[in-house]
């Protein structure tokens, strides 16, 4: 995957996205919404739990 | 009903069963190891024994005899370093060797499911009749006779009982399923819920031995919050552990039920018992869980590809008394609950607010009147090998974070709080029992005897595992210094 840099800017209108999250970093749910905001249809919401 | 009032932390107890034979029975080596004909074989390189197990740093910080600051001291990888002088037994419980428990499941068993190899029963019977805490003279039910070997085949081979074999090899027991046609009585699962009562029930017993401990009859309500679905095909999860745990201490006079909420079910639980002596229902009220086999070896193949040993190969478990007022024990404060409500929003910056500037500020203190906090408190040692983190860490600097955004501390002070308001993970990754819980035998004796003013517990769950909702779970709770005893 490639690094995004912090002043790129990454188009999520139109795009389809998988919103995977971590409960101790940033949920999937807060991730979807995000991408929601951003113009991206959100496909699937997960968040993982690592312990 | 008595007039109610204050709710203090009277007691706490914290256990571990080492059990390394147990280890390929946790969900993922099962999983991961189900291709091999001898798991174990493959395991064995890696599986400790007790001596290196109790000399462990973070489970010496676990049982009481480590302060956190000293273990923060300490050199790593914890596992090269042991403890000079470390004992069996602490201030706030024990390590258990894996023989005794054995003998201690099968005490705990009423159904007589798990049978024992004869010699095996009868060298954990000698060893758990001259146990101080669960002797014997305790009243427990005596550790039955084991059976033959041949006996133990007949078992697995035609009534599809669950092999228990020893780190060498050797088979030393069998659980029986409860039923032919039933899921969730399987000898797995009856072994996952046995192995939550009999830690429950020894750290039970830990709590009610302490000089001036509650009496047995005074116990009259039980909250377990552990994780494990006890039930049937009809009722999966129906309970109720903290009345088989309660019933087999000897507390005759209590009552209890469950408490689910993932490993946000303690602080659940905690709240709980403050508001059942408050409110005057109960005057003594013991919050309890036991460990969770099914997290044995969770990270095994982190362990293995660093070629270090399987440090979650201990079950845990927990007791606390919650009582009235006493003018010395450490207070719960009812009225700054911290709650991660349905629509607190998941972005960290909300979710840790809801759990510590709101009960804060209620309270009139702000997060610099807090001299330590208690959260995630999983040993990164199990974590990090297996890319998982270190989870503890993670959430101090989130917390540090809240704590620049309130203009509390400069952003160059976030090292500095993390360091002297948290510490080092150091609990096995069992859940529930991770979540906060482990700090406050720690936290009762520096709010007592020690320098503490206030503590803070901090719950989290996660209820997205269960496919219900997509949301999380959390509560926070304030244990301060009693003022009567300031």
Redesign the interface.
Known sequence: MRRVEREEHMELRGKKVIAL?E????????LA?CATRAGAEVVL???A??? | MSPGGTPVIRAVSLVLAHVPSLVRLGSKPLRVLRELDEPIDYLRPHLRDWDAACAYAPNQVFIGNLDVDDFAARPTPWHRHAVAGATRFGPDGEIMPEEEFLGLLAACDGFDLLGLDRDVAGRARAALDAHPVVGRGSGRPAVPDGVSAALLQERIERHRALPLLGVDGRLLGAMLPGHDEDDTLTGQVLLENLACKATAALALRHLLARPGAVDDADVRYVINCGEEAVGDRYQRGGGNVAKAVAEWAGCLRATGSDVKAFCCGPMHALMLAGALVGSGLHDDVVVLAGGSLAKLGMKFQGHVKHAMPVVEDVLAGFAVHVTRDDGVSPVLRMDAVGRHEVGSGSAPLAVVKALYSEPLARAGLTLLDVDRFSLELHNPEATEPAGSGNVPLNNYRTLASLAVVEKLIAREQIDEFVRTRGMPGFSPTQGHIASAIPYLGHARRGLTTGRLARTMFTGKGSLFLGRMTQLSDGISLIVERNAAGA
């Open positions: 999250g409960r101790d970093g940033v949920p999937g749910p807060a919404e919401t997960l968040t739990c690592y312990v």
